[in-house]
């Protein structure tokens, strides 16, 4: 695709207006950029940093229409839109990045593995899973324990079970709500890491260094980058990366989830066709973060460096965690970072702090 950068005071418009969305309008406004956000929810965290908010529904035929043609592109924080309001918005005249190829694959957990496995980046082995008679011979396959996620919308841990028993597989796949679903084999990794990249219009990549993750309750707790991992591990993320990248074509942030099997082998859990929280290290950890990666590479602009010069650890704040503030900001190697939400609710991500461990 031929794409000349978009000047500065040219509109983007953000699907989305959660904390992702605002920190995302937050580095477009950096550049110069005016930004809309289509939320349904009023007053959302993204919308009080931007120009202007469109409330309404995602599949909102109307205000997508005037979304896309008050933009002249168009871009995501969350990858379960409707292909349909993909379509509405280039029907509206907007250019949506990244495209509804990926935005496709990364919605189903079935598809997104089968390409992941098809350009070399290796996943755990899985087997689609439609009703509860592929159960039997999927786990004489996979062994067991094995886990069963929904092929569709799960996010932290959420729509997922552990199967340790196959007397207890009918069961698991009613908890899922029978839902079309995907078995996994158990991966026994050493650790979790993630790997944020980026690619221009124009093919151009940039890499950051690792993430090392860890979770409570299936929800991201800190992630310390860059992580310490050997030349091999790190020549085979760039691998990977590159390769999903192009093998979707993709332009903007990408998140990919990997395990450390260990010995230099990296499997990928998941992609995530956006900015990720395992990427909020890059705030303060490099001169150009992913969130104005992504806006770079959206509007056709020069990717940034993806350098690091600070080791960083980052810790999400989830309920009332966020209460902590006064003393968070007392403390000078901390960076703190609120998403203005309103209400306190148990487990939701409120805010994070990044803290700097040293310069690189
Ligand atoms: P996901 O929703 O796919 O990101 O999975 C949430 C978490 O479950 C991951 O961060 C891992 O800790 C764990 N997990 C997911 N898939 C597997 C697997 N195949 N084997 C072992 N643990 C897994």
Redesign the pocket.
């Known amino acids: 695709m031929t794409h000349q950068p978009l000047p500065p005071g040219s509109t983007l418009g953000i699907l989305g207006g959660g904390q992702l969305g605002r920190m995302l309008s937050q580095a477009a406004s950096r550049l110069g950029f005016d930004v809309i956000v289509l939320d349904p929810q009023p007053d959302c965290p993204a919308a009080r940093v931007s120009k202007r908010q469109i409330t309404a529904a995602y599949d909102d035929a109307e205000a997508l229409l005037a979304l896309g043609q008050a933009s002249d592109v168009v871009t995501f924080e969350f990858e379960n839109v409707p292909a349909r309001s993909v379509e509405l918005l280039e029907q509206g005249g907007a250019l949506v990045a990244p495209g509804a190829r990926a935005l496709a694959i990364a919605q189903d957990r079935v598809e997104e593995k089968t390409f992941l496995n098809s350009v070399g980046a290796t996943t ?1 082995d899985f087997a689609a899973i439609t009703t509860v008679a592929d159960l039997a011979p999927a786990l004489e396959t996979l062994g067991l324990p094995a ?1 069963l ?1 929904t092929r569709r919308e ?4 959420k729509g ?1 079970v552990w199967i340790r028993d196959a007397a207890d597989a009918e069961a698991a796949f009613a908890s899922i709500g029978q839902r079309p679903a995907v078995l ?6 050493t650790r ?1 890491l993630s790997v944020i990249a980026a690619r221009g219009h124009d093919g151009s990549l940039a890499v950051y260094p690792f993430g090392e ?1 860890s ?1 409570e309750n ?1 929800i991201l707790k800190t992630t310390i980058a860059p992580a310490s991992v050997d030349d091999g591990t790190q020549a085979r993320a760039v691998q990977i990366a590159t390769a999903i990248l192009n093998g979707l074509d993709y332009v903007g942030v990408i998140g990919i ?1 990997l ?1 450390d099997m260990g010995g230099g082998q990296l499997l990928v ?2 992609i995530a066709p956006r900015v990720h929280n395992t990427g909020h290290w890059t705030q303060d950890g490099c001169a150009c973060d992913q969130f104005e990666q992504h806006i770079r590479a959206i509007t056709g602009w020069p990717l940034g460096s993806a350098e690091a010069h600070s080791r960083i650890e980052m810790t999400n704040l989830l309920g009332e965690e966020v209460n902590q503030w006064p003393t968070l900001a007392a403390d000078p190697s901390a960076h703190l970072h609120l998403y203005g939400k309103h209400d306190i609710r148990s487990g939701r991500k409120m805010a994070h702090v990044n803290r700097v461990l040293g310069r690189l």
């Open positions: 755990a886990l996620k799960g996010y932290d841990g997922q996994e084999a158990a991966a026994r990794f979790e993750n979770h299936s989830e395990f859990n998941e």
